[in-house]
Nanobody, 127 residues
């Protein structure tokens, strides 16, 4: 059984930083795309960033351009999302997910491609 467990969310002041973790169990992370999505109240779930494990290629959406970095530790099957210069509009539940078939890691990523999801971790950016 594949499980994804996010952690690292919390309350942070504007301008602060967080590192979210996504621990994956039940399968290897070879030749997949791992993405981070977020869902804010009243908004649709949106893709934030992705990493393609075959070649290490990463992509970040315009909303977090220059403020985020996604990385992976293959030895412990954990993916990270470093978020810097956080803004109140970054407040959302953040989810990690794995795409094992379509393997897009660009502006084509879509939640419908993803078979495996974590439960999410809340990030709140507020004074």
């Amino acid at each position: 059984q594949v499980q994804l467990v996010e952690s690292g969310g919390g309350l942070v002041q504007p301008g602060g930083s967080l590192r979210l973790s996504c621990a994956v169990s039940g399968r290897t992370l070879d030749y997949v795309v791992i993405s981070w999505f977020r869902k804010a109240p009243g908004k649709d779930r949106e893709p934030i960033s992705c990493l393609r494990t075959a070649d290490g290629f990463t992509y970040g959406a315009d909303a977090v351009a220059g403020r985020s970095h996604v990385s992976i530790d293959m030895q412990i099957n954990t993916v990270y999302l470093q978020m810097n210069d956080l803004k109140p509009e970054d407040t959302a539940i953040y989810y990690c997910a794995i795409d094992v078939s379509n393997l897009f890691c660009d502006d084509r990523i879509h939640s419908g491609f993803y078979k495996y999801w974590g439960q999410g971790t809340q990030v709140t950016v507020s004074i």
